[in-house]
């Protein structure tokens, strides 16, 4: 039998691994304003929309549909890309909700290349500093 790590139940190590609830976008209001408000920038891998307001919060909302591939496909999109955001949202500098798209080939993309995409993509819509990795 493997030796297991005791769980971690510190609590700030804990909300570091996840985005809670108050941290993602869970309206359907809230995507639609994300859409309608009109800032985006299209990457190959995804395509990040921002909704601003007086309620944002750099929360995310991800989306994937069928033309990324079957359910394990858009899954493993949406999972990369929560994983991307969470690991680069102290980057960002707006108080703005995030949406990203997932486009075909994302899940398979390279891990680097997805960093550097979401990174420069908020870099053009203004929600991210200029400052290198």
């Known amino acids: 039998m493997s030796a297991r790590p005791p769980p971690d139940d510190s609590g700030a190590g804990a909300c570091r691994r996840r985005l809670g609830r108050a941290q993602r976008l869970r309206s359907p209001r809230l995507f639609r304003e994300a859409y309608d408000g009109g ?5 190959r891998w995804m395509v990040l929309w921002v909704r601003s307001g007086p309620d944002a ?3 995310l909302g991800v989306v ?6 079957g359910a394990v496909a858009r899954n493993r999109a949406r999972r990369r890309l929560r994983e991307v955001f969470r690991q680069h949202r102290d980057r960002l500098t707006d108080e703005a909700d995030v ?3 997932a486009r075909a080939g994302c899940g398979e993309a390279p891990w680097n290349e997805l ?3 979401f990174l420069r993509l908020a870099r ?10």
């Open 99 to 101: 949406v990203l798209v």
């Open 39 to 43: 800032r985006r920038a299209i990457g």
């Open 115 to 117: 960093v550097e995409e």
């Open 124 to 133: 053009r819509v203004g929600i991210a500093g200029n400052s290198r990795p």
């Open 64 to 69: 994937s549909s069928r033309r990324v591939g």
């Open 57 to 59: 919060a750099r929360r």
